[in-house]
DNA sequence: CGCAGATGTTGACATCGTTCACATAAGCTC
DNA sequence: GAGCTTATGTGAACGATGTCAACATCTGCG
């Protein structure tokens, strides 16, 4: 066999690494990421990240660029309207997601030519889809700020996005 | 003298402990309020902080509930229009506490009786200004997203708040 | 005056991010 | 293939953090 017991070397650490930060993220929300926890769950000594990630933010930065890159595509595909409530509904589906990718750490984007790059085309094909500038910004921050007040809880919960987003404006 | 040297009592702990978190908050932003360091300020071992919260979070609660009763009360001051710009400004102006108001803590409210009651009676003074309930939420979700997305980096350094939201919609 | 409860302190533990020195594997050059 | 270089992983350690348990001190009430 090929994958017998403990090699020394890991194969693909960096991604490994990325997946259970990924799992971390998905189950305990923000703060549940852990560098020494990522690194128990890829069977790896704590410091053995530092050989693919400089910090503990590089290596969130590589996941929320990660996440931007399927986020822009799964929008790309849908239609005008159904991409505001896909939106909404991926920020409901994955809270830890949404909010990494568009929490603190993407104002620090520029340290981090990865997300800055992810973010970017992301934010390019929305702009791009809604038309005209200002609408367009409008647009976003109208689903964006929805996705907030559904996740933390700020709108009753007979809220319906789907409601709020097709009737007119 | 009468504050002569080290009283082994603070006088008023809790408030002290709140500012120093406060002002934390204010300067390094999310991650950077901690207790021990907010108990250093204070003059205060860091054990003392749990004879007045049960918890870090408790603590981070108690300040979010604070601010969210000035934040009520600027708001109800101002007209309609000013309103959404106010909104807009105070999290550009004040981005550590909009964070922590509108952060993840806000969705873990059910479980700080003070945080609940004033981030509902922010809430409710929100919707009852702007009329209809669906047009409520609209302005609503539209300046926090703005919020957000300016606070995050995430639009061009061009863009007004001012015109987006004093334009028709 | 004296006791009870509130308020602070000391010391300790587990966890975390991070660094340094060292070990091991892979791959290139001759 | 032998030997060197480089990439990758390990171990022990440091300082910081949240939190707990046991102890000290003050304040107010009887």
């Known amino acids: 066999m090929s994958t017998s017991a403990k090699p020394y070397h890991h194969g693909d650490l960096r991604a490994a690494l990325l997946d259970a930060a990924d799992s971390l993220l998905d189950a305990g929300g923000d703060g549940a990421v852990s560098l020494r ?11 053995a990240a530092y050989r693919h990630f400089a910090d503990k933010e590089a290596l969130l930065a590589a996941l929320a660029a990660r996440h931007f890159a ?5 929008l790309g595909a849908a239609g005008l309207d159904a991409q505001g409530i896909a939106y909404v509904r991926f920020a409901l589906a994955r809270p830890g997601r949404f909010r990494l990718m ?3 750490l993407l104002s620090r984007a520029k340290a981090h030519p990865e997300l800055l790059a992810a973010s970017q085309a992301a ?10 500038r200002e ?6 921050a109208l689903v964006h700020g929805l996705s907030h007040l559904l996740l933390d809880g700020a709108l009753a919960d007979d809220v319906s996005p789907e409601d709020l987003l097709t009737s007119p404006c």
């Open 37 to 47: 926890e990522a690194a128990r769950i890829a069977g790896v000594s704590p410091t």
């Open 123 to 132: 934010f390019d094909a929305l702009t791009r889809i809604a038309g005209g």
């Open 102 to 104: 568009f929490g603190p």
């Open 135 to 140: 609408a367009a910004i409008r647009a976003w």
């Open 70 to 74: 399927q986020f822009g595509a799964a």
